[in-house]
């Protein structure tokens, strides 16, 4: 079982910036793949972004695509989401998770584990 807890979640106005972090412990990081999600109210919840095992393979959502940015440090067991040019759309949760049993995934069905969620505001 993996444990995850988020940061860095905020309100910021439309063309600002924001870091999310995801901090993850109990399985040995750099063997999973890894996953930032969101959920609108009323919507489902989607991928952003997804990342493999050892970082190398990304992938980002068409509507994040040139402004979001993943990555991981494998030696500090953590994901980030580097988000520019923020928009009200991208107003969501903001959820990290890991598929534990993939070194890489974009199926939600593979996430097993999960983080608290952060919240993300944009104004506009």
């Known amino acids: 079982q993996v444990q995850l807890v988020e940061s860095g979640g905020g309100l910021v106005q439309a063309g600002g910036s924001l870091r999310l972090s995801c901090a993850a412990s109990g399985r040995a990081f750099s063997t999973y793949a890894m996953g930032w999600f969101r959920q609108a109210p009323g919507k489902e919840r989607v991928i952003v972004a997804g990342i493999s095992s050892s970082g190398g393979t990304t992938y980002y959502r068409e509507s994040v695509k040139g402004r979001f940015l993943m990555s991981r440090d494998n030696n500090k067991n953590t994901v980030y989401l580097q988000m520019n040019s923020l928009k009200p759309e991208d107003t969501a949760v903001y959820y990290c998770?890991?598929?534990?049993?993939?070194?890489?995934?974009?199926?939600?069905?593979?996430?097993?584990?999960w983080g608290q969620g952060t919240q993300v505001t944009v104004s506009s």
């Open positions: 998770a890991a598929a534990a049993n993939y070194g890489y995934s974009l199926a939600i069905r593979d996430y097993d584990s």
